[in-house]
């Protein structure tokens, strides 16, 4: 029989030094200033027989290898399971390199640094245990979110063709404008935490050499203002990997941080709205189920290799159709194909499949899906749509990151920028299935 639930939060500063790598795939770019101080935030919850850990990282994304080493130290300093530990990047566009891809590679030291500072955060959350309640719930944040690739007129499909682009015809995915929300209170009803999802790549800042929280960071500033300085506003970046702020049918007056603010003060709002309507108990189940898998990553072929070697020689086609047999639809612009032979040349030395994990992590009567890449916003709203939990948050960027996760309609038909083989879109056709089944998978365990 379950104990009576207790909840911790725990917050660390991860911010690098001026002069780290920040992560970018396309131009090389260092840390010249720091706008704001980014964080690792935990919340831990513990019933007696099950404790969990959710790690809210700052961060552009996260490899499986830290992940690991990141758990390993949360399971020698606390009694957590390393697989009951959830690690989620916000994704903002300007925190430190991560990855050894594109223009930078990572700083080791500071990786290294970072990690023991965000087990440090799940340590903090354990020793400030206390008895507490929660619920979840669900809002909805519309105007904010837009699908960034369109259908143009000349049957391709292009990311971000330009606002109030003429042959624009119409955006060819959804957006999932669902807010899901977990509150945790005290026993006495005062405000703990809030883990928030929703489906939004980012939204900016006002330099790309600063570095900073983006909206991620507003929001909790904002959740501080309304809910107390002690609280905890976790926010979980969901289905977003063809999602932006961007609505290029119409004019933008706000950028960078007044827009970052203005959503972020935004989606405080809902999420405060749906709090009111929560009603919280000590007796939510607390579980957590994770599965191994293999995941197709997008075959190099000789002849891919070949051209690659022709482009990084100077000789090779820059203009064109192609010129690798991974691309469909719209041609590949000439500035980014040296770069893509890069990337194709690293990725023939790579296994045919990607090994990583898939996660479920229940609350009461929410349940945390939490999948390592960035998923498209369709894919999260078809699992939804089949789920047996009454509340499903998607969580994307967690655990690990194998990129783009695209629909198979999105890699054979339409092409883009996201099905672009590389370090940061490796995965191919049959991944949606294999996220899809696993996810309904450990969910029917955690919800009998």
Known sequence: MADKLRAGTGQTTITPLLGTPMQSVFNNRCVERIDDEIHAKSLVLDNGETKVAIVNLDLMGIPDDDVRRLRALVAEHTDIPPHNVLVACTHMHSGPAMFNMGENERDEEYCRWMI?????????????????????????????????????????????????NPNIVRPVGPIDPEVGVLYVESDEGEPVATVTTYSLHYVGTDGGNAISRDYFGHFADAMKRIKGEQFAGLLLNGASGDINNSDLQHTETRQGHAKAKWVAEALAGEVTRVIGGIKTTADAPLACATKEIEL??????????????????????????????????????????????????????MPSNVQTEIQVIRVGDAAFLAFPGEIFAEIGLRIKEVSVAPHTFVTGLSNGYVGYVAPDRALTEEGGYETWASRWAQCGVGTEEILRAGALELMGHLFQ
Request: one cysteine or more; hydrophobic letters at 35%.
């Open 296 to 349: 197709p990553r997008k075959r190099i072929t000789d002849e891919d290799i070949r051209v690659s070697e022709q482009i990084l020689a100077g000789t090779g086609p820059m203009e064109g159709d192609g010129p690798f047999s991974w691309v469909v639809g719209q041609p590949m612009p000439a500035n980014r194909r040296p770069i893509y032979a890069k990337e194709s040349l690293e990725m023939a030395k």
């Open 116 to 164: 023991e500072r965000a087990a440090d955060s799940v340590r903090i959350a354990v020793k400030r245990l206390q008895p507490a309640r929660v619920g979840s719930g669900v809002g909805r944040m519309e105007g904010v979110s837009f699908c960034r690739r369109y259908l143009m007129k000349d049957g391709t499909v292009v990311m971000n063709p330009g606002r109030s």
